[in-house]
């Protein structure tokens, strides 16, 4: 290449012709779910030999499902955290955990 040449990037492929671009949002928004419909799951889980309760996956508005997060820690009177549709929550709290998330309307599986 010259001092001259100017660099030619164009390969042949337009997103013109039959190329689109996905839209991950409205994806999303479509697979939110009433509490009713949920089928949660619990796990229990151990991180730095301390024991998390694991409870999900939560097909909810991030905002909705931070509100219920919110309730649900000062029900529990323990610490947790909203990641990835689950909620982590500090300490074993299965069986308090459960009764309060029946009393907003959810369901789990058996």
């Given at each position: 290449m010259?001092?001259?040449?100017?660099?030619?990037?164009?390969?042949?492929?337009?997103?013109?012709?039959?190329?689109?671009?996905?839209?991950?949002?409205?994806?999303?928004?479509?697979?939110?779910?009433?509490?009713?419909?949920?089928?949660?799951?619990?796990?229990?889980?151990?991180?730095?030999?301390?024991?998390?309760?694991?409870?999900?996956?939560?097909?909810?508005?991030?905002?909705?499902?931070?509100?219920?997060?919110?309730?649900?820690?000062?029900?529990?009177?323990?610490?947790g955290?909203?990641?990835?549709?689950?909620?982590?929550?500090?300490?074993?709290?299965?069986?308090?955990?459960?009764?309060?998330?029946?009393?907003?309307?959810?369901?789990?599986?058996?």
């Open positions: 010259g001092r001259g040449t100017k660099l030619d990037l164009s390969i042949g492929a337009s997103f013109d012709d039959e190329w689109a671009l996905l839209d991950e949002k409205k994806s999303k928004e479509e697979s939110f779910l009433e509490p009713k419909k949920h089928k949660l799951v619990f796990q229990k889980e151990k991180r730095k030999g301390k024991t998390v309760t694991l409870v999900g996956e939560f097909f909810l508005p991030t905002q909705e499902a931070r509100k219920l997060l919110k309730k649900l820690k000062s029900t529990l009177a323990c610490g955290s909203f990641k990835e549709g689950w909620m982590e929550f500090q300490g074993e709290v299965h069986d308090r955990l459960k009764e309060a998330l029946q009393k907003e309307g959810f369901s789990f599986k058996k």
